[in-house]
């Protein structure tokens, strides 16, 4: 295979990607733009197979690039058909963390033996003074984003004991003041390897990217997870460009920098939607109060409550109703029976759509897909920007397991979500919430909601009240 036919394939294969990204921007053009993502990296991972043999690769050599191949492919697709929807969030952060791991990886390699990569001539172990910027950066940034993924798993998974792993934010005195003082040691060692390749710089820059991983990602509460997880999607991206630089693999570069500028973009507009600065999320210094997170309200208050075979009445008898899907739903697995309910009501001549709030659940896009397992129709289903104008209209909004994302404390001073764009269903005629209990949400925070003198609680598993509604609608 020639260098121009493989140089042409790669470029096949960022096309590829291009029209993935532009696939995902929506609903019902998502399943296309995944074809073709899965068509560029096949090209890719093939090229880059041949481009190995064409370089003098032993067939020893490309036995383990097929075994990884194989193992990781394989892997890859058991853990993607095989996970529960409400632990699809751990699994992206797992997947970023490989993807930093393999940046480490690569890029110490590299630095070790780089006439094998092409970067020296053979029997030269000089790196180019570029190529050693491009290796610790790109070595740096995934470590970095290997730790931060472990530890948003962790915050994410919220079963382990660890201190670190759960969903509280840790915060200590002068912790900005340690991170800066880890990024500023970090050029330090990046200038040193620049200025004599010297293995120690090297091996403390990717010891600091690892550190600051963890302290950059610990003081974020679980509230922010979907606003972490961008972020360290466009750090992955990163790492993968930087080591594209120093290979000289355009593959590489390419589709680092469409993940990157990609997870970047994604997370302003997530910071967006949460009312965070778009720079604290990139220096870690975000997440709510840790104490007043923790406070909640202790005082003992009255709520309405009544019956699945109320709210469907409620509903049942109105023209308009509006379903706020939140994170206990997907707990919940309740997707279909809430799809059931919905066509139910539609026979009935109710008018019904779903409101979709940008941080709903626990990564970006996690109510969309929840719907879409569902087969929900696309059209039924509303961005906030687009559906908040219409909940003083509506006759009821059902909010089924969400909590802050619907929290009138966002438009109150003072409050520890205070400017948080929210789903405005508090303006709705009459208001159906189903929670397990009371509990505050991520944030903390009561939610005023809950007590007003149209809301009525239904209280339950969201899969079985949802059920019972559906049976008691006529």
């Not at 070595?139 to 201190?163: D, E, P």
Request: proline fraction near 3%; include cysteine.
């Amino acid at each position: 295979m020639s260098i121009n036919l493989i140089v042409l394939l790669y470029l096949l294969a960022s096309v590829c990607f291009i029209q993935a990204l532009k696939g995902l921007s929506h609903p019902t053009t998502s399943i296309r733009g995944n074809v073709f993502g899965m068509v560029g990296m096949t090209i890719a991972a093939l090229t880059t197979v041949a481009l190995i043999y064409k370089l003098g690769g032993t067939a020893l050599g490309l036995g383990w690039v097929l075994v990884g191949v194989v193992v990781g492919g394989g892997y890859g697709a058991w853990r993607a058909k095989t996970v529960e929807m409400t632990k699809m969030p751990e699994l992206v952060a797992f997947f970023h963390s490989m993807i930093g791991l393999a940046a480490v990886a690569i890029a110490a390699a590299a630095a070790s033996e780089p006439a094998a990569f092409a970067i020296a001539a053979h029997g030269d172990s000089t790196i180019p003074g570029g190529n050693r910027i491009e290796l610790a950066l790109g070595a740096f940034i995934g470590a970095l984003t290997f730790t931060g993924s472990v530890i948003a798993w962790g915050k994410l998974s919220g079963k382990s004991k660890f201190r670190l792993f759960q969903g509280a934010p840790v915060v200590f005195k002068g912790q900005h003041t340690v991170n800066a003082i880890l990024g500023l040691a970090a050029v330090f060692f990046i200038y040193g390897f620049w200025d004599s390749q010297a293995n120690i710089d090297f091996t403390l820059v990717v010891v600091l990217g690892f550190v600051l991983g963890v302290t950059l990602i610990i003081p974020i509460g679980g509230a922010d997870m979907p606003v972490v997880v961008s972020m360290l999607n466009s750090y992955s991206g990163w790492a993968a460009a930087g080591i594209g630089f120093s290979l000289n693999n355009a593959m590489l570069i390419i589709a680092g920098s469409l993940v990157g500028s990609s997870g970047a973009i994604l997370s302003y507009i997530m910071c967006k939607a949460m009312n965070r600065s778009f720079f604290n999320v990139i220096l870690g210094g975000f997440g709510g109060d840790a104490t007043a997170a923790a406070a909640g309200s202790t005082q003992q208050r009255n709520v309405k409550s009544g019956s699945a075979d109320d709210a469907a009445f409620v509903m049942g008898n109105a023209e308009s109703v509006i379903i706020v899907p939140g994170y206990g739903l997907a707990v919940a697995r309740a997707q279909h029976a809430v799809k059931e309910l919905a066509a139910k009501l539609t026979e009935k001549g109710v008018t019904v759509k779903y409101a979709i709030h940008p941080v709903a659940g626990r990564m970006p896009g996690h109510m969309n897909v929840l719907l879409a397992e569902a087969e929900v129709p696309y059209d039924q289903v509303f961005e906030m920007e687009d559906i908040n104008a219409e909940f003083g209209q509506a006759d009821v909004a059902i909010i089924l397991g969400a909590n802050d994302v619907v929290n009138p404390a966002a438009h109150v001073k003072g409050s520890a979500i205070y400017g948080m764009p929210i789903l405005e269903a508090y303006k709705a005629k009459t208001i159906i919430v189903n929670k397990r209990s009371m509990a505050a949400g991520y944030a903390g925070l009561d939610n005023e909601l809950f007590y007003m003198d149209k809301t009525m609680m239904v209280f339950g598993d969201a899969k079985k009240v949802v059920e019972d509604m559906l049976k008691a609608v006529e």
